[in-house]
């Protein structure tokens, strides 16, 4: 549909980078089969126009046929966000080892060029960025949605180019450790939860795309600097503690879509469009990483119980469904099954549940939106002291 003959439809860029570049270069990967090599390569030959802005940051939506490329209409001030331009650069760097041509790791590169010349508050890296003058939006910082992927590409750019990117390495750590300074709290019940920065002052909510930082953390807790790899799982495991208790707290055993620590509320939704759950696999996706890391068997038990609900309480006719209000005695379907809920939260689940040798992390890195690409090995020359 996207690469035949291009429909005169506007895409999102970052969206069809980690679904479909993404799950092409996997399906190429898993298979060997040329002919996914041939489209991943095609579609990213079409996003390539979203960077021709002054700063080279990408628009946000581009449309395939003309070229064309604009910021979404409610960013501040028509900027670009940090979740969007800054989670192609795995899929990128695949590109350029594929196809042989420069082009797709050197527009990746750029954007970190723009983002090291920047101050950043606190160290923090704004959600906001113009792509025209290549200065920050609004001081607003999640490590949820329009924040999240971009501190995991960092981690897994270094982790895919088998430790070679000691740039993206130190960005990582660098960005971990303003995080942990500026968002990350304790309740008074001692929930260990990330806030959201705005301008300064915090909102004490929590979403559910956030809960993905645990297993992003774990994952990155052996490469720490300086003895903080125990540190870092125990932040963790906290973090997963408390992803986990936005689940138990809710009727259907389903985490809503964020949750709140004020006024003697502990991970519970209290607003009503916070309430839903729609599949969202970063709950999983952090039990997942946890389980591999520590085989605790508490993971397996969580994710046992996400299973049970899912089954409970999503499974319809026609696949599965997501819900209005997790607190709510009796479902309310949304009648939505998400793409996402087959690459991730199932995947995620299965993985999970599978020995440690299926897709292992020592040859693997997944994508945000889980389609595994291969660690880019360097050549055995560059490494003469190492044992393969």
Not at 232 to 258: I, N, V, W
């Amino acid at each position: 549909y996207l690469v035949g003959t291009v429909h005169n439809a506007e895409v999102s860029v970052f969206e069809v980078n980690i679904r479909f570049v993404g799950g092409l270069l996997s399906a190429y990967y898993l298979s060997g089969k040329e002919v996914f090599r041939r489209k991943a390569v095609e579609l990213g030959e079409k996003l390539l126009p979203a960077f021709k802005t002054p700063t080279g940051i990408p628009w946000a939506l581009l449309n395939l046929k003309s070229g064309i490329g604009r910021n979404w209409p409610w960013a501040s001030g028509g900027s670009s966000i940090l979740a969007e331009y800054g989670t192609l650069h795995l899929e990128f760097m695949h590109l350029s080892k594929l196809s042989g041509n420069p082009d797709f790791a050197q527009k990746v590169m750029n954007i970190r060029k723009v983002l090291n010349r920047l101050d950043k508050p606190q160290g923090l890296y704004p959600n906001y960025l113009n792509p025209n003058s290549g200065q920050w939006g609004q001081h607003h910082v999640s490590v949820g949605g329009l924040g999240d992927s971009f501190y995991e590409y960092l981690l897994k750019a270094w982790l895919m180019s088998d430790k070679t990117d000691e740039e993206g390495k130190k960005l990582y750590y660098d960005a971990l450790q303003a995080i942990e300074t500026n968002l990350m709290r304790k309740s008074s019940s001692g929930l260990t939860y990330i806030a959201e920065w705005k301008g300064g002052l915090l909102e004490h909510k929590m979403g559910h795309l956030t809960c993905f930082a645990g297993g992003m953390i774990a994952l990155g807790a052996d490469g720490a600097p300086t003895d903080k790899t125990g540190h870092q799982m125990e932040l963790a495991a906290e973090l997963a503690r408390t992803c986990h208790e936005s689940y138990a707290r809710t009727a259907l055993k389903l985490g809503p879509e964020a949750f709140r620590f004020d006024g003697g509320v502990e991970a519970i939704a209290t607003r009503q469009n916070e309430k839903y759950f729609i599949l969202r696999p970063e709950v999983i996706e952090t039990y997942m990483y946890m389980w591999r890391f520590t085989h605790d068997p508490k993971y397996r038990e969580w994710g046992w119980e996400a299973v049970q609900a899912l089954e409970q309480h999503c499974k319809v006719e026609g696949g599965y469904s997501g819900l209005r209000d997790v607190y709510a005695a009796s479902p309310s379907h949304d009648d939505v099954q998400q793409s996402f809920y087959l690459a991730e939260t199932l995947k995620y689940l299965f993985l999970l549940f599978s020995d440690d040798d299926h897709l292992p992390f020592e040859h693997w890195v997944f994508n945000t939106e889980a389609h595994p690409l291969p660690i880019l090995r360097r050549d055995k020359t560059d490494r003469p002291n190492e044992v393969e």
